[in-house]
């Protein structure tokens, strides 16, 4: 565990180090924030929150790439100095960030230049599903193939052997996650404090499980994503932007998958789960019931904006209840150890 921490702290130094002239860099390749009207899925302009964040305008965006670029280097350092080396835990990791990454970048950078395409602004919804569900068939079809996992423990009941059928479950995962990150990315500091919170529980996890490759590679996106967050927090130097957003939010379930305690995910991830089920919810309220809504805005965070909380006091409190969630699925997944 000792080294664990110190790959952690190393990780966590090397980011904060990297992170100012990394900002620097995104200004002067001018990937920030333009002005925009965000808009729901019936394509209605969501007025709350463009008067509440409208200010933020012209703020680095696509910061993802730091915590996945200084994570894939660094553990592959730690990794060939280490009797893990590069295996497949690594590969599989790999093209999780990379894939979802690079489809998140896609969007983002259409954004930064506001490259017009009918449709929603960015890579248009059904084509970005599209592409999450393939690269989520490939990743389900690795860790089915080369990782030799098929079975699925739920806790309380056993260990149940689920054959092919598990590759199409584990894209199912990873398309669900990577959208509650997603959607939860939405103010200053939020999906990333809750995803240094995800990873702490799925690190004890994956030691009390002896996955210590799982762990290394936990350690170093845990230091990572605390240097990022002193810069993310309110008010935001840099964003994720869906480079991080999609690519963390896969990632999470690849982490959870490999351990084979996915079945606590929606425990030790309770807040995203909350803010994805909150959009839908709104989705299907104004779809079935003649544009009735039952929050005032969708994802749920900004529900409490437009009730009159501050951006700090929603962030502090969704984190705080994704603590407690963590704890609770640390419970349940060791109650029968």
Avoid: C
Wanted: no cysteine; glycine share 8%; charged share 10%.
């Amino acid at each position: 565990m000792a080294k664990l921490l110190g790959i952690l702290i190393i990780s966590f130094l090397v980011t904060l180090l990297a992170a100012v002239p990394f900002i620097d860099l995104l200004y002067k390749l001018k990937f920030q924030r333009q002005k925009e009207h965000n808009k729901d899925i019936f394509g209605q302009v969501t007025s709350i929150v463009n008067k509440l964040h409208a200010w933020k305008v012209g703020t680095p965006n696509a910061g993802g790439i730091l915590i996945i670029g200084v994570t894939i280097l660094l553990s592959a350092i730690f990794y060939t100095f280490t009797k893990f080396h590069i295996n497949w835990t690594a590969n599989v990791l790999y093209f999780t960030l990379i894939s979802f990454g690079l489809l998140g970048f896609y969007d983002d950078v259409r954004k930064f230049f506001g490259w017009q395409q009918n449709g929603v602004w960015g890579l248009k919804i059904r084509y970005k599903f599209a592409f999450q569900w393939i690269f989520a068939f490939i990743i389900g079809w690795l860790i089915y193939d080369k990782m030799g996992q098929q079975s699925l423990y739920i806790p309380l009941l056993g260990t149940f052997s689920l054959g092919l059928l598990y590759i199409p479950f584990v894209a199912f995962v990873i398309v669900a996650m990577t959208n509650a990150v997603n959607i939860t990315d939405g103010l200053d500091g939020l999906a990333t404090g809750l995803m240094v919170i995800a990873l702490s529980a799925f690190w004890v996890l994956a030691e009390f499980v002896g996955m210590q490759d799982v762990s290394l590679f936990i350690a170093t996106m845990i230091g990572s994503l605390l240097a990022f967050l002193y810069f993310n927090i309110f008010p935001a130097r840099v964003w994720l932007g869906d480079t991080g957003a999609l690519s963390l939010g896969a990632m999470l379930a690849v982490i959870a998958l490999m351990i084979n305690q996915v079945f606590v995910l929606p425990l030790v991830g309770l807040v995203f789960v909350v803010e994805v089920g909150s959009s839908l919810l709104q989705w299907w309220s104004k779809a079935t019931r003649g544009g009735k809504k039952i929050f005032l805005v969708a994802p749920i965070h900004h529900h409490f904006e437009a009730l009159g909380w501050d951006e700090t006091k929603v962030t502090m409190r969704f984190w705080l209840a994704g603590a407690v969630a963590a704890f609770l699925g640390l419970f349940v997944a060791l109650l029968e150890r």
